[in-house]
């Protein structure tokens, strides 16, 4: 640097200076590169995008047009005649009424069960925590496949819990992957916070109901969105243990209609991905309400000073 770029650049030194107005910063990103970044995402979404509108649309055919002319929705082609020919044979209310409640049943247990185990892995100081959390980590890598059937034998004979909504959620209540979550989000809240509280007089189920929770929102919503899939589409273990048709969740009875009933109808292809959108809708609908709040709130706003 010169002397002049020195004395100009230097404060109170009278010289003009250039500088950027307020609250604008530069991306580092070239014009050519936004537009290329544009692209690639759009390709991506069309991508991602294009089964779910081929469902749509396959399911709103009365024929099927499988050719690049039928993804153009023809209107004397469309029809709800699909719908009703899978509610005629499976009732699609009734399988949403199921999966809801298997579905919510597990997201209540994995919320209080995750927060609380998160909450004493991460904030609480107690003997072996460390060989617990490594426990947790552990449950991780066994699949859920080989403790079917003694699960079947401990839920369905020992506690007779068969065609039971409580019997599908059982296996289900506490998940390994939310309490790693909530852990980690509850490290990132500073001590700080914890220790006045403390100070105050606020005992540990306060702490984590006034403190924790509202400064771990995201990770209450991830939770949610990431776990509400698992059971929504979940198979093989509500089939195991359901065999009445009135207690089985909508994909256990859309797998029946596909293997048994499908075949019979006129229109086999739109009848299914009719019951699929039907089972598609709500998981797309909660992710579309609650994406923005995967986005982290900054927690170290919280402490001043």
């Known amino acids: 640097m010169t002397i002049q770029q020195a004395q100009e650049a230097a404060p109170g030194s009278g010289a003009p200076t250039t500088s950027r107005p307020a609250g604008r910063r530069s991306t580092g990103w ?18 991602f995008l294009f089964p779910f509108y081929y469902m749509v649309i396959g399911s709103l055919q009365k ?19 699909n719908f009703a020919a899978v509610n005629s044979r499976i009732s699609l209310l009734s399988g949403l009424l199921n999966s809801g409640l298997f579905t919510g049943g597990v997201l209540i247990c994995t919320l209080v069960f995750g927060v609380l185990v998160g909450y004493a892995l991460a904030v609480l100081e107690w003997r072996g925590r460390g060989a617990t959390f490594a426990i947790v980590l552990l449950v991780q890598v066994i699949p859920f496949q080989l403790l079917q059937i003694p699960l079947y034998v401990l839920v369905a004979r020992n506690y007779g819990l068969a065609d039971n909504v409580l019997g599908m959620i059982l296996p289900f209540a506490i998940n390994s992957t939310a309490v790693i979550l909530f852990r980690q989000y509850f490290l990132q809240v500073p001590k700080e916070l914890f220790e006045a509280a403390r100070i105050d007089g606020a005992r540990e189920l306060r702490l984590l109901w006034s403190v924790a929770i509202p400064l771990v929102r995201p990770a209450l919503v991830t939770g949610v969105l990431l776990t509400f899939i698992g059971p929504w589409n979940e198979f093989l273990w509500p089939f195991l243990i359901t065999k009445q048709a009135d207690r089985q969740p909508l994909a256990v009875s859309l797998a029946n209609y596909i293997t048994s009933v499908a075949s019979s109808t ?6 299914v991905t009719a019951g699929a959108l039907v089972l598609a809708v709500p998981v ?10 995967f986005v982290s709130s900054d927690l170290g706003s919280g402490v001043k000073g």
């Open 266 to 271: 006129a229109n086999p292809f739109g009848a």
């Open 284 to 293: 797309v609908v909660l992710f579309i309400v609650f994406q923005r709040y």
């Open 30 to 47: 070239t014009r050519t590169q936004t537009v290329l970044r544009g692209a690639v995402l759009a390709i991506g979404a069309v991508a």
């Open 63 to 81: 024929k099927p047009d499988q050719t690049l002319s039928g993804l153009i929705p023809d209107p004397s082609n469309l029809t709800l005649d």
